[in-house]
C-alpha cells in the first residue's frame, strides 16, 4: 500500500500531518511531503485511509 500526493493540488491545510505524522511532513512552506516515499507500514492502512479521507484539496490518493 502506498500513499500518491499531488503536490501542486496541496494548499498546506495541514490535516494529514496532523492526522499521521508517522507518514506526512511539511516543507518549509507547510505543503505535505511523504515520508519514506508514501509506503504504508503494516498496521498503518487505517491512518493512510484517514489522512486520504480529511484532505480537502483531494491531493492524496492510495493506491493498492
Same mark, same amino acid.
Given at each position: 500500500?502506498?500513499?500518491?500526493?499531488?503536490?501542486?493540488? /496541496?494548499?498546506?491545510?495541514?490535516? /494529514?500531518y496532523?492526522?499521521?505524522?508517522?507518514?506526512?511532513?511539511?516543507?518549509?512552506?507547510?505543503?505535505?511531503v511523504?515520508?519514506?516515499?508514501?509506503?504504508?507500514?503494516?498496521?498503518?492502512?487505517?491512518?493512510a485511509q484517514?489522512?486520504?479521507?480529511? /484532505?480537502?484539496?483531494?491531493?492524496?490518493t492510495?493506491?493498492?
Amino acid at each position: 500500500m502506498k500513499l500518491i500526493l499531488d503536490s501542486e493540488k /496541496c494548499q498546506g491545510h495541514g490535516r /494529514c500531518y496532523a492526522l499521521a505524522p508517522d507518514l506526512m511532513d511539511s516543507d518549509d512552506y507547510g505543503d505535505a511531503v511523504l515520508i519514506d516515499d508514501g509506503a504504508v507500514p503494516e498496521g498503518s492502512e487505517a491512518q493512510a485511509q484517514l489522512i486520504v479521507d480529511n /484532505c480537502p484539496e483531494f491531493a492524496i490518493t492510495l493506491e493498492q
